[in-house]
């Protein structure tokens, strides 16, 4: 073999290595794009599956039993209605402005009475089935045990005003627990103190 046919067979080899060079180069940049769009994908497709950030309330199942309801926006009342009736809890719920309430008159109420007093009020079954969580102010409590067949739990749920310590408003929040029937909310000014019961005669709040 000469040495000019010798030259080509080597700038042959050597241009074959480099393609070779060149296309597997451009199969590892192809597969590190394609990676990097699904993982952008991804970082996109979470925040808009789980959709958390937005939930006007949560629902929580405790192990006592209760049942835990973090209100964050005052809307969605009906489908808050509907996750509770599948853990049991028939419930109606109705969200309103500060300063007012329902009219008293929601239905047969369960005992017979609210309860005039706080003392009252305290002891009666509208206290006991639902209440405002100790130290919250957006959650509230409540206790399925207390609400027999036929029973609805009454919801009424309003901001009272600002928090001394921050931008959170207080929440408002009345139980009923009705036989029967509940008729809609008409609203009126509210008359009872912020935890549900109704406001004593001396106007002196706990």
């Not at 627990?177 to 004593?200: F, M, N, Q, S």
Request: hydrophobic content about 40%; glycine content about 8%.
């Amino acid at each position: 073999m000469s040495f000019e046919e010798q030259l080509l067979m080597d700038l042959k080899v050597e241009f074959a290595a480099r393609a070779d060079r060149r296309r597997r180069s451009v199969r590892r940049v192809s597969v590190a794009a394609a990676v990097a769009g699904l993982a952008a994908a991804a970082a996109i497709a979470v925040p808009l599956l789980t959709g958390t950030e937005s939930q006007a309330y949560a629902v929580t199942e405790n192990t006592d039993g209760t049942i835990s309801v973090q209100i964050k926006e005052f809307k969605d009342a009906d489908k808050l209605e509907r996750d509770l009736k599948a853990l049991n809890v028939p419930a109606d719920i109705t969200y309103l402005k500060p300063g007012k309430a329902c009219e008293p008159d929601r239905g047969r109420l369960v005992e017979g009475k609210m309860g005039m007093t706080p003392q009252e009020w305290e002891d009666s079954v509208h206290h006991k089935v639902a209440d405002l969580a100790d130290g919250s102010d957006e959650q509230i409590d409540i206790h399925p045990r207390y609400i027999g067949k036929g029973q609805t739990l009454v919801m009424e749920i309003s901001e009272s005003g600002r928090v001394p310590e921050g931008p959170r408003s207080r929440l408002m929040f009345r139980g009923l627990l009705i036989t029967g029937k509940v008729k809609p909310c008409t609203v009126v000014d509210a008359h009872y103190e912020l935890r549900g019961g109704p406001i004593p005669s001396t106007s002196v709040g706990r």
